[in-house]
């Protein structure tokens, strides 16, 4: 099987109007808040890979396979009697950073620089949080749908700052504990392959540093 996906994605600058211009450069220089849930990335039942979103607001995607070396991995690394819904999150942490370094690999991308800097817009491999957050949501999406998650569940894509509140809008991946309490999972202040922030999503909300340069 050939495991090196095909990107799908192409810019088409040429033929839209000035306006239309404008709104997608505000994609590739900020991330999109709107707080709600999204389908990029969403696995079809039976998949056994996931889709990467690259080049600031998924511009660029490719399918990433997981061989049966991967699948056992991840197997090996949740198929643990965790005793806590923590415990559970800090093994999915790590299996976030390694899917983005197995990415890396098999799909020939360039690690990903921390945050957002408009000099990576438009670049294979270089993700905003709109790319980041859909990435982490279709992997736990997948590892949820193979009956690996016991204590923490995929829920949505939630937003933070609104630009009138002085703060970049900003995106996270979220799960939900089995007690109910949300926590995000947040890929975009690391390098790729580096462990995803986890906090309490009513935490990240506050939080001020959504930074892009």
Known sequence: MNMIGRYTGKMKMKNISRTSALMLLTVLTACQSNGSSSSLGVLDSGNKEVKICSGFGCIYSAQLAFSGADLKHINSVLKTDFATPADERKSLADLIAWKERLAQSKLRMVTDT????????GKVGQMDCVDESSNTLAFIQFLDRNGLLKFNKPTRIVGRGFLFD??????????????????????????????????????????RGSEYR
């Open 166 to 207: 002085g703060r970049y809008p900003h995106r996270t991946a979220v799960v939900r504990d089995i007690k109910g309490k949300d926590w995000a999972i947040d890929s975009w202040k690391k390098d790729g392959g580096k462990l995803p922030q986890v906090v309490e999503l009513a935490v990240w909300k506050k939080e």
């Open 114 to 121: 921390r945050l957002s800097y408009q000099r990576d817009a």
